[in-house]
């Protein structure tokens, strides 16, 4: 295949296909499955919850003018 630059956002970054398997001996489907564990365990350490923030309106928030 054709090489295809990613898109990321700042502060995200992709895990190479052989680390995922690696994590998950030989499988990726079981290495996604820690790193998803990682990820919820960390958000829910940080924020109390293991899902990711609900979409807010930010006009509520911000000072008008």
């Known amino acids: 295949g054709e090489h295809q630059p990613a ?3 700042d502060g995200e970054f ?3 296909a052989d680390v995922v398997s690696h994590l998950g ?3 990726t ?3 996604a499955k820690h790193l998803y564990n990682m990820m919820d365990r960390i958000r829910k350490a940080r924020t109390g ?3 990711q923030g609900k979409k807010i309106n930010p ?3 911000l000072p008008k003018g």
Do not use: C, T, Y
Request: glycine letters at 12%; aromatic letters at 6%.
């Open 29 to 31: 489907d079981a290495g």
């Open 49 to 51: 919850n293991s899902k």
């Open 14 to 16: 992709v895990v190479p």
């Open 7 to 9: 898109r990321l956002a």
């Open 59 to 61: 006009n509520k928030f």
């Open 25 to 27: 001996n030989g499988s």
